[in-house]
């Protein structure tokens, strides 16, 4: 039986896993599922699958998860800390797919344990890549891609040889707003920028995507995950989402990794790597798709694209800056304080404040550093919201 701890359970991701090993109750023992607000699911779900210990990260709830649980052998813990100790009990295989960068020090920890991290938090190899390799290369941890597009990449290296991939391609929906005018973006709202075309995710990936904020995390993270240098990866529109992303060699091939729009395909090969077992998703039906198509992204209307490369370039600490700035500008638009066009502009400008103070892009990458940085970001992002809404 292999033990497995889900990080996010209640979540679009970890429902999605639960989803899976549900269906094979033999095949595995579930050692921690966490959660955050969530207390039913997570109470749920913690019951169903038999945990060994279920762990809210909101210390102010453990009385009601001690209570949804009251009569089931089931240990209960709440806060950041806890979380931390879940992460280090023993598992073979540990999703992660808490979001935000509170998913960095528990995958860290999970890969101190040299187990299989299954990476959807794709804000923890955007803040901190270098540290995720290498925690990963000292322990003898495997960090398997959840994200479809880089499990598409992934799935198209296999056997291949990376010096000789030419380029990479990811391929982006394009989100809510790909068919709206220029104009309507400056007065879109959450709600609208929350609903997918094609993808059934949380609310903030959903929104990342209406704003190409999560194609050009993703951007980042093909960079930290295939060690391809940036002007080696593109990003294109494909209003299908059925081509999650290609990988080009030198030779002119070009391999394209093809699926229905569903996250349990990608949660299933990083579950069953490196095997490949039958999984429920739909078999795509080519005759019926008959056309799909691309079209090149307009960075003018996403200028988080043009950012991305920016981190890139800049390396360092920069991509922890990039995605603090972003996450705190995103709360900021939920919160209705800043306009969607206004997130990129917050986070450009904490950038632009932030690489011009020595010791901070540029310092070493410890997790102290991280941690203190994403800090320091999410407050000149605060302060930059402020100066806006003063401006009117
Ligand atoms: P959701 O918002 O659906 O779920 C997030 C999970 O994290 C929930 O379990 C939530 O708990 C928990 N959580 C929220 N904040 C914290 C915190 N501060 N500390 C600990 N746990 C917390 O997100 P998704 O499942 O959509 O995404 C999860 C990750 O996977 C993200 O990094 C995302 O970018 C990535 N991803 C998601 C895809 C998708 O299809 N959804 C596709 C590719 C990548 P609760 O809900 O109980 O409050
Ligand atoms: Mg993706």
Redesign the pocket.
Known sequence: MRRVTI????????QNTIDLIARAPNDYKVVAV?????IA??AKDAIALGAEIAV??DENRLSELRDALAGHDIAVAAG?TA?CEAAARPADWIMS????S??LEPGLIALEQGTQLAL????SMVCAGALMKDTAARHGADILP???EHSAVFQALLGENIAEVERIVITASGGAFRDWPMEALARATPEEAATHPN???????TI?SASLF?KA?ELIETHEFFDVTPDQIEAIIHPESLIHALVGFRDGALMAHVGPPD?RHAIGFALHYPERRHLPVDRLDLAQIATLSFRPPDEARHPALRLAREVMQAGGLAGCAFNAAKETALDGFIARRIGFLDMAAIVEEVLDRLSSKAGQIDAAMTLDNVLALDHLARQEAVHAMDRKQQQG
């Open positions: 990080f996010g359970a209640t979540g679009s991701i970890g966490t959660g955050g607000q969530n699911q997570l809210t990260a950041p979380l797919s808490i979001v935000g509170a998913g959807a938090n794709k804000e959840v994200d479809s993808w059934d995710m949380g609310q903030r990936i990342d999560n995390l996250m």
